[in-house]
């Protein structure tokens, strides 16, 4: 049984729109992460959030975290084809991560 | 400067085999992990390896079994390979169980 969902499954924008992607839980965990994953290469983290009601900002990117924690939000400002990825969702606890399943991004120049 | 290596980058070996994965780790975290990516992305942990205590997923086959040589080391060990063996296997390190480092993962083809 998958833990955290994300939505959508895959999203193709233009250069220069946004983009919000969901990840929700059916647990709670001790903090929640974001990792962005090229072809070819292992995930990279981009953020991590612990309490309940955080917002993290980290240049385009705005990444929050519900007050209940169990579900999280990363919204990109004018999208640029550099951020094309898959993006994962992973709850922490303690050693451990559950990874979503991913949304695969494709921004068009 | 490589933090997280994987050998070999590609594998493709026919079913029955026996074959090993290997990972190093030079950022002295002292917990190593193995995944397994399936062909629709999801990431699914199947080792963590920390001070020679091994966590293993419940739904890993006993086929597969990891190998720590020292700290900086987490081999994998798949016998009697299968076909829904094939997958790409990510090797990761943490320093604290929070962050992880993720190797540029072995893409396994079994034939």
């Known amino acids: 049984t998958q833990l955290l969902e994300q939505s959508p499954q895959f999203l193709s924008i233009q250069e220069g729109e946004n983009l919000t992607v969901y990840c929700n839980s059916s647990?709670?965990?001790?903090?929640l992460q974001w990792y962005r994953q090229e072809p070819g290469e292992g995930p990279v983290l981009l953020v991590t959030?612990?309490?309940?009601?955080e917002v993290k900002k980290l240049k385009r990117l705005t990444f929050q975290f519900g007050d209940a924690r169990k579900d999280s939000s990363l919204h990109i400002t004018a999208a640029q084809p550099g951020d094309t990825g898959l993006y994962l969702c992973?709850?922490?606890?303690?050693?451990?991560?559950?990874f979503g399943a991913g949304t695969t991004v494709t921004v068009r120049a | 400067d490589t933090a997280v290596s994987q050998t070999p980058k590609y594998l493709v070996t026919q079913m029955g085999n026996d074959k090993s994965i290997k990972c190093e780790q030079n950022?002295?975290?002292?917990?190593m992990y193995w995944y397994k990516q399936d062909s629709k992305k999801f990431l699914k942990i199947m080792f963590s390896?920390?001070?020679?205590?091994?966590?293993i997923n419940e739904t890993v086959p006993n086929r597969f079994s990891p190998k720590s040589p020292d700290k900086a080391h987490l081999n994998l060990h798949i016998n009697s390979l299968e076909l829904g063996d094939s997958a790409v296997y990510f090797c990761?390190?943490?320093?604290?169980?929070?962050?992880?480092?993720f190797g540029p993962g072995t893409r396994l083809t079994v034939l």
């Open positions: 990761a390190s943490s320093p604290s169980g929070n962050e992880q480092f």
């Open positions: 950022l002295g975290h002292d917990t």
């Open positions: 390896y920390n001070n020679k205590e091994l966590i």
């Open positions: 959030v612990v309490t309940g009601g």
């Open positions: 992973a709850g922490v606890e303690m050693w451990e991560l559950s």
């Open positions: 647990s709670v965990f001790s903090s």
